[in-house]
């Protein structure tokens, strides 16, 4: 650049005019190129710091679990690794504890998803009503939320004792004898289910109340005028004006019952609660994972548990997404 | 494969303190050298401790007494609650090299797991001087096969049978603690009968004799020197006879109704001492402390503690140094005075804690020690007594402590599931194999 912009001093006239637009030419050229970088690469730049730490935290992790899951490895010893290749996927394929959790998982997921979801509608709907202290209301309904998973189930593990516990006291005064909810296969997983229920109710109620609050009034006034009672109204212009929330709650209360995992592991209580009582029976896949990896201490077949219930998500986004195409084609 | 997880961990710290130097991410700044935490400064030694518990060592201020005897260190002790915790962190400590305390707890439990592979880790205390006067079963737990000794004993837990009086007396069995001890002198099976005569004549159906089978079958079996697995470290539960007879009495008790249904130290078993729902429990010298604190003043001197048929031992614990510390000898030197008979005995006294030296088991503080809460049961004898009964060697194994939880679990279906012992001793099985293999 120097020695160019120093020549037209000694060099010949012609030869300037070309050396000068050649200059221009090139630090135009450098300017539209830092531009478009600028246009192109600056979000990149934006964006970066996320995927650093995603590649840290969760992308790394992911691929070296799946590595582990390919070994035998214990976690005293996790420098000694042998290759077992698809051994433990095999094993777990045919092990019942795995279909035993999938299964409990589901229905722990229905029990706690269906009421939680449907209380929340019919919650939401009552306090978009006008009420004197609404505020209170709508804050109370949020305090569950706000309390801890640990907190909420070593309350609801006390409540629901067999011999001491206050529900067993209540029925009883109904004649009901003492139910062992913790051996019971279906007492537990309604016990556990109910933790959930009480811990997200209200925040999904919140959330519906919002969407709620969105309505036209007139769409209200329209219906009444054409003799529609609160039930209609509520069932043909409440539900569908609110859609796309009640989709947004299933898609989050899925994942959040896959994942269930502190609450079930809290209501057993040390060793039964990592196994989801003695006959496992409410043993959910991530206490099967947490079994393996810190019961038994073996971190190749945890893994594979992980990447089983990753692989699991990916199977059931696949089949929502060909239900909702078949779904949209018949439409 | 570590080299490579190295480089790619390096890799990964690089890239996050890369983003982290442009003021977009605070890295996580946690970078360890691998160290202790414990060293020697301006004359002052540090010495970090990893413990689990109740110890005793914290709470009955004997480490503070140390620090005071020797103004020029400093003790900084970590405690876990629960041992199931501890025990995964050090796990992880170990595999990493970093993180580690110069002083490390061991559960006995674990004693196996650790000596087998983690030996190198620790430092051999075989040649401490004063360290002879342990008695010789809890020593040969920690001693690997080329007698490196990677810890030393902290308390040890041999097991008596505490009963309450006025349950034992309303369904006419005896009160007095030598007789009650005759009811089944030699033989656990006479324990199980003692249960069949309560309950045909307790007047109170609500009362059971026992609290869970599971501390039956642990007394079974924690009195033998071989228990789930043989010297050469196979797993032989299957067919031992001691384990075999164990599941059956066990099973016994369990389809007799003798029993509470409650698994100890879980939910359900605290309010059971309080409100009197079990007369009786095969009870370790550790456990007269849970049991006094959680019955509560109203049931003191309705307890008493009569010698168990046979002897033996569950629980206990053991200090070890790790060879990464920079103040090997000093920590040995403390292990060694924490551990000594004097302190030993001190603990018992506040604690309860049953010493395990040979040498504190025969001082009279501790032989002549009365329970007030137990109707003065002479505690101190009853319990070194059952120490002496037990026997000298004993072969531990990687997953005992595992293999005790499932096979309570699986005296739990038949208890409270209505699974038929048969079915139960099937899936025990099926999972020891899927835990241990």
């Known amino acids: 650049m120097a020695i160019s912009t120093s020549t037209p001093q000694d060099g010949a006239p012609g030869t300037a005019p070309p050396a000068g637009t050649g200059t221009g030419g090139d630090g135009q050229r450098r300017r539209t190129l830092l531009h478009r970088l600028d246009v192109r690469g600056a979000p990149y730049a934006f964006v970066a710091p996320f995927f650093v730490v995603f590649a840290a935290f969760s992308f790394y992790p992911l691929i070296y679990t799946s590595w582990i899951s390919l070994h035998r490895v214990e976690l005293s010893t996790l420098n000694l690794m042998e290759w077992v290749g698809f051994d433990n996927y095999t094993a777990l394929w045919d092990d019942e504890r795995f279909w035993n959790a999938l299964l409990n998982t589901f229905t722990i997921g229905v029990l706690s998803t269906v009421p939680q979801l449907l209380m929340a509608l019919g919650l939401a709907h009552m306090l978009n009503y006008r009420l004197r202290g609404s505020t209170f209301f709508r804050v109370a309904a949020l305090t569950p939320y706000a309390t801890s998973v640990g907190a909420a189930a070593l309350v609801f593990t006390m409540l629901f004792e067999r011999d001491f516990g206050m529900i067993n006291w209540m029925l009883s005064l109904f004649g009901v004898d003492n139910i062992d909810w913790e051996n019971n296969k279906w007492a537990a997983q309604t016990a556990i289910s109910s933790i959930v229920i009480w811990r997200w109710t209200g925040y999904n109620a919140l959330l519906y109340l919002a969407a709620m609050q969105a309505i036209p009034r007139d769409r209200y006034e329209a219906a009444a005028i054409d003799g529609a009672s609160r039930w209609q109204q509520f069932l043909k212009v409440t539900v569908p004006g609110i859609r796309s929330t009640i989709v947004f709650t299933i898609v989050l209360s899925t994942i959040g019952a896959t994942q269930l995992f502190g609450e079930p592991l809290i209501f057993g209580q040390g060793p039964n609660g990592i196994t989801g009582g003695a006959d496992n029976q409410y043993q959910t896949l991530g206490l099967l994972l947490y079994e393996e990896g810190w019961k038994n201490y073996q971190m190749g077949r945890a893994a594979t548990v992980a990447w089983a219930m990753f692989l699991l998500l990916i199977v059931v986004f696949i089949v929502q997404r060909v239900v909702k195409r078949v779904l949209a084609r018949k439409a | ?437």
């Open chain 2, 1 to 437: 494969m570590y080299k490579f997880r190295r480089k790619l961990r390096t890799r990964v710290v690089a890239a996050v303190s890369a983003v982290s130097a442009l003021g977009l991410v605070v890295g996580c700044g946690g970078s360890s050298d691998g160290g202790t935490g414990g060293g020697k400064k301006d004359g002052k030694v540090t010495i970090t401790m990893g413990l689990f518990g109740v110890m005793g060592f914290k709470e009955t201020g004997l480490l503070d007494k140390y620090m005071k005897e020797n103004p020029n260190v400093v003790i900084k002790a970590d405690v876990a609650g629960d041992e199931q915790t501890y025990y995964t962190a050090l796990q992880t400590h170990l595999a990493a090299g970093s993180g580690l305390k110069d002083i490390q707890g061991i559960e006995i439990g674990r004693a196996k797991e650790l000596s087998d592979t983690q030996k190198d880790k620790f430092v051999d205390l075989a040649g401490v001087a004063g360290t002879d006067h342990f008695l010789p079963w809890k020593q040969s737990q920690v001693t690997t096969a080329d007698k490196k000794v990677i810890g030393l004993g902290t308390d040890i837990g041999p097991m008596a049978v505490c009963y309450r009086k006025d349950l034992f007396e309303q369904a006419g069995l005896p009160t007095d603690r030598d007789e009650v001890a005759k009811l089944w002198e030699g033989d656990w099976s006479k324990y199980v009968d003692a249960g069949k005569r309560f309950k045909q004549k307790s007047k109170d159906d609500k009362v059971a004799f026992m609290d869970s089978s599971s501390g039956l079958f642990n007394a079974m079996i924690y009195g033998n020197s071989q228990q789930f697995y043989d010297k050469e470290g196979e797993l032989i539960y299957a067919t031992n006879p001691v384990v075999k007879d164990a599941w059956k009495l066990a099973s016994e008790a369990a389809t007799s109704d003798l029993t509470a249904k409650l698994r100890q130290f879980q939910p359900g078993w605290d309010p059971g001492l309080a409100n009197s729902t079990f007369a009786s429990t095969v009870c370790p010298a550790w456990m007269l402390a849970h049991i006094s604190e959680k019955a509560g003043p109203k049931n003191k001197g309705k307890w008493d503690v009569a010698k168990a048929p046979k002897g033996a031992n569950w629980g206990g614990a053991f200090l070890g140094v790790m060879e990464k510390s920079p103040v090997k000898k000093e920590a040995q030197e403390l292990v060694a005075w924490l551990t000594a008979p004097e302190q030993q005995a001190y603990i018992f006294k506040k604690l309860g804690n049953l010493p395990s030296s040979q040498t504190a088991l025969e001082m009279p503080e501790v032989v002549n020690a009365k329970s007030d809460y137990f109707s003065g049961a002479p505690i101190g004898q009853i319990f070194a007594a059952a120490a002496q009964e037990i026997p000298d060697e004993q072969v531990l194994g990687r997953k005992d402590g595992t293999i005790k939880d499932i096979f309570s679990q699986g005296l739990t279906l038949i208890e409270a599931q209505n699974k038929s012992p048969k079915e139960a001793w099937e899936t025990s099985d099926k999972r020891i194999e899927k835990a241990a293999g």
